[in-house]
């Protein structure tokens, strides 16, 4: 059985980390915050620096907030690398750009690691399930070592090619993301200043072919007013924000994915940095005069 290090205790990594524990895993984890008490009361060891965690394990899985963070588990002082990571495998289930991405793997396989970048898509509802899409980017080699662990978080896990490729696959996914919930966000307006019940309207909708994962969950935080983060506002601002780059980088147009930015920032604006994604409804209504939950 392999022996896991596990970086990153927030709202995805802890499900994630309970989920490896489960399957029987030896696990040591690592948080910069307060550890939440089901790690420790699930069996993990609590260890004190990312280099702790390392030196224990087989495979390292890193999920944290963005690239400067991946940066600083990695290399910062008590950073992975000062573990010896000769036989190792470093998995980064970040979502991060895909250019430092394929610096930190050059740094890792040169002081004797693997490395594999694997962001998942899902929420925090996919991590709890188990059901998360994981994108892996790396060598056949290392994705066939850590697979087994993969299948205990996710359900559809892809192998898209070399380091940074999962990354790229990610913004991808985001673009879409972002573009889904702005379209039910504008429909649930529409139908609800028209005078329809929003809720009934996408029950409705949910039988035809606008149906989404992003209809079925964030259309009803939407019409209830839950907002609690199942993914945050400013993490997609950040993660659209690198796709923006990207794009004009490769001389790509992404005009949806530029507009959803704005309300991003307006929510920010508004002091919902910490809101759910779906809470862009909010800056809607307020262009409309008109909230669907009245």
Known sequence: MKKVAFIGLGIMGVPMCLHLLKGGHPVFSYTRSQTHPSIPEAGATVCTSPRAAAEQADIIIMIVNDTPNVEQVLFGDGGVIEADLHGKIIVDMSTISPVATKDFAAKIIAAGGDYLDAPVSGGDVGAQAGSLSIMVGGSETAYQQVLPLFQLMGQNITHIGDVGSGQITKMANQVIVAQSIQAVAEALLLASKAGADPEKVRQALMGGFANSRILEIHGKRMTSGFFEPGFK??????DIT????????????????????????????QGGADWDHSAVIKVLEQAANHSIRN
């Open 233 to 238: 506002v400013n993490l997609h601002q950040k």
């Open 242 to 269: 690198s796709a923006l780059n990207t794009a004009r980088e490769l001389g790509v147009p992404l005009p949806g994915a530029a507009l959803f930015q704005q309300l991003l920032s307006s929510c920010m604006a």
